[in-house]
């Protein structure tokens, strides 16, 4: 239970990669506060599930959200998973400023003032872990919107590591390949995973628990040496 006394906030965790580091981080110790934005029952199961777990709806196209989201962690924290994200595909043709707007602010403005509003509020020797993807690197048709928000959180981390470092509190970014989600079955042909499964080193699709798990190292304390890094899970999609 390396995670003994701790707390932790994960955004976007009542499915998918979320609810992965959500029962990874409570299984090792730390009293998780997750937040959700549609999907209440299955929220609410998660935290009957998991003993020291809570669930709150925050919708992050609504900056006012972050009131509820902090409103269980006012007597501290000592991680910070920023993990939701929405990816609506689309050609640059068809964006709209109101298109641009919604995804930069649930996919990067969010996340920033979360990372601004957590920090007086991060003991000594804290984690921040921002979730980012492998399509910054790996450019995708219909992907613009979503590559650019993770692209800016990816940029947010590294200055936050250089101004959070003085208390020991590290920043870092897990950048996930394909993983198997309903998001990813639902948003790819049958054919198209097959193909990434067979480029893939290791010759599978990622499961939520393997981004979990590096989550869990780097918010443990074997991960208090690095900061400022982005980790590419993605099983050898990209070398």
Same mark, same amino acid.
């Given at each position: 239970m390396t995670l003994n006394g701790k707390s932790a906030l994960v955004t976007g965790g009542s499915r998918g990669i979320g609810k992965a580091i959500v029962r990874r981080l409570a299984r090792d110790g730390a009293r998780v506060v997750f937040s959700y934005r549609e999907n209440k029952d299955a929220a609410?199961? $998660?935290?009957?599930? =998991?003993?020291? !777990?809570? %669930?709150?709806?925050?919708?992050?196209?609504?900056?006012a959200s972050l009131d509820a989201l902090f409103e269980h962690l006012e007597d501290g924290l000592d991680?910070?998973?920023?993990?939701?994200?929405?990816?609506?595909?689309?050609?640059?043709r068809d964006i709209t400023p109101? $298109?641009?707007?919604? =995804?930069?602010? !649930?996919? %990067?403005?969010?996340?920033?003032?979360?990372?601004?509003?957590?920090?007086?509020?991060l003991r000594d020797g804290g984690r921040v872990i921002n979730v980012s993807t492998l399509n910054t690197v790996l450019p995708m048709p219909g992907l613009a919107l979503y590559s650019a928000s993770k692209a800016a959180l990816e940029q947010f981390t590294a200055v936050a590591a250089r101004e959070f470092g003085a208390r020991d509190i590290t920043v870092n970014t897990v950048?996930?390949?394909?993983?198997?989600t309903d998001l990813l079955r639902d948003t790819n042909p049958p054919e198209a995973l097959a193909q990434?499964?067979?480029?893939?080193?290791?010759?599978?699709?990622?499961?939520?628990?393997?981004?979990?798990?590096?989550?869990?190292?780097l918010a443990g304390p074997d991960g208090r040496w690095i900061t400022g890094q982005n980790i590419r899970a993605t099983g050898g999609f990209v070398l």
């Open positions: 609410d199961a $998660l935290a009957r599930e =998991v003993a020291g !777990v809570t %669930a709150v709806r925050a919708d992050q196209e609504d900056l991680i910070l998973v920023n993990n939701a994200a929405i990816n609506p595909p689309t050609a640059i109101e $298109l641009f707007d919604q =995804v930069m602010t !649930v996919n %990067a403005k969010f996340p920033l003032l979360a990372m601004r509003r957590a920090e007086p509020l950048s996930p390949g394909a993983t198997e990434t499964t067979a480029f893939t080193a290791l010759g599978r699709l990622g499961a939520p628990e393997d981004i979990a798990d590096v989550v869990a190292f």
